[in-house]
């Protein structure tokens, strides 16, 4: 991840991707999944957080997953105590 110049304000972007190798689960079936993950740090009254989303599609589909997963998050930011 990059980190923005000194002197530089606004808000951060950063890409993600995350390639995985087969898993498999307690319950036998296998995972081959291929996700991005975007996210974007905002400042809403004066409180940073981090918001993402990821989606992630798996190669290794059984009656148990569609292939499509979707993440969503958020992640406050606080400085270190």
């Known amino acids: ?9 606004g808000t951060r972007r950063t890409v993600k991707h995350s390639v995985s ?3 498999v689960t307690s319950t036998g079936s ?6 991005i993950e ?3 740090i ?3 009254w004066g409180q940073k957080m981090q918001l993402f989303v990821n989606p992630q599609y798996n ?3 059984d009656e148990s997953n569609s292939g499509w ?12 105590a």
Do not use: H, N, W
């Not at 991840?1 to 304000?9: D, S, V």
């Not at 296998?30 to 996700?35: A, E, F, K, T, Y």
């Not at 997963?69 to 270190?80: A, C, D, K, N």
């Open 30 to 35: 296998s995972q081959v999944p291929l996700g």
């Open 59 to 61: 190669f290794a589909q």
């Open 69 to 80: 997963t979707l993440y969503l998050g958020l992640t406050l930011l606080v400085p270190e």
């Open 21 to 23: 190798r087969e898993v």
């Open 1 to 9: 991840m990059r980190e923005l110049p000194t002197g530089i304000q």
């Open 42 to 44: 905002v400042d809403p």
């Open 38 to 40: 975007l996210d974007k």
